[in-house]
């Protein structure tokens, strides 16, 4: 049984590109920049995978078109990672190729652990052929290998989003105390704000978010140099607040019908969220 796009819409901004672009439109005349994502995951069709890479496609021409300033943000299982390894390079590098032609910036979605490596692989391998103007990656805190990748991405002039991490994730790979969680964030955010040209820092969090603004006044980095990341239905007023006093941030916009695990990973994370969506549905 499908659920009704009502339950997911505080997330997630509509069903189509088309019922989607005046939100990124009001978003932007708030001075908040977007990354568009068309929800999917773990296609084991290479048909879909297909229809994803051109629909992908579409999308980098659909913002030029309708003048969003917006990037896109991608999971490489909708491009046919479960499928094959190579085809979903090639299809990664068809977008890439695109994207690189429009000037079009590309960010990989970090998954759950099972693809951890080959999004580090692969991501170098895009690095190395496109640069890091087209093609960007992200890293997970709790993850305890992300020390080593953080350092890793950082030495080859990698963009990276440094987020917490949404999946569930077994105790021997991942940190699961939740101060010892933003601990690493915070020492992640540092060595790529020290270390990057404009890392991306992920989080609702007000700790962290004031821990980077302390840090980068005490550093002297000027506010163009990285930028604050949320997610579309999220601190709203946070996003305008930091907009306004001259922070870049980005709003992640997710759209489309398969919204349903990008859904549940909001409804996991904070208890508050169910309340959102229950606040949602009541407004119509
Ligand atoms: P978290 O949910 O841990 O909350 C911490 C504290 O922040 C709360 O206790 C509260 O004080 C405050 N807070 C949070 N939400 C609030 C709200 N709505 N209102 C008021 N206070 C609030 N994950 C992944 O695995 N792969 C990926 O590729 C991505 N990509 C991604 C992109 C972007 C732009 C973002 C923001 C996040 C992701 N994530 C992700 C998800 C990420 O890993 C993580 O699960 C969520 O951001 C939740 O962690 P937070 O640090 O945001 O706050």
């Known amino acids: ?80 990672l479960d499928i094959d390894r190579d085809y979903c390079r090639d299809n990664l590098f068809k977008l890439l190729s695109v994207a690189k032609a429009n000037k079009r910036f590309v960010r990989i979605d970090m998954e759950g652990s099972p693809y ?20 960007g990656l992200v890293l997970q805190a709790y993850l305890k290998r992300t020390e080593v990748d953080v350092n890793e991405l950082a030495k080859l002039g990698g963009d990276i989003r440094i987020c917490k991490g949404a999946y569930k994730e077994p105790a021997e790979i991942a940190i699961k105390e939740m101060p010892e969680i933003r601990k690493a964030y915070l020492r992640y955010a540092k060595h790529l704000i020290d270390n990057t040209a404009y890392p991306r820092i992920a989080t609702h969090d007000d700790e962290l978010i004031d821990a980077v603004l302390a840090y980068t006044k005490e550093k002297n980095i000027s506010k163009d140099r990285f ?37 549940t990973r909001r409804l996991a994370e904070r208890k508050e969220n169910i309340f959102f969506v229950l606040t949602a549905m009541f407004k119509g």
């Open 116 to 135: 951890t490596q080959v999004s580090v692989e692969m991501y170098k391998e895009a690095l190395a052929k496109f640069g890091s103007k087209v093609v």
């Open 1 to 80: 049984m499908k659920l009704p796009f009502i339950f997911a819409k505080r997330f997630v901004a509509g069903e189509t590109f088309e019922q989607t672009i005046n939100k990124v439109k009001d978003l932007n005349q708030k001075k908040i920049k977007v990354s568009l994502d068309l929800l999917g995951e773990n296609v084991t069709d290479r048909k879909v995978a297909d229809e994803t890479v051109a629909a992908y496609i579409d999308l980098v021409k659909g913002i030029e078109e309708n003048g969003l300033d917006s990037t896109i943000s991608i999971k490489l299982t909708m491009l046919g």
């Open 227 to 263: 930028e604050f990341q949320m997610l579309y239905g999220l601190r709203q007023n946070t996003c305008e607040k930091l907009a306004a006093e001259g922070y870049n941030v980005r709003v992640y916009v997710p759209y489309g019908t398969m919204w349903l695990p990008y859904f």
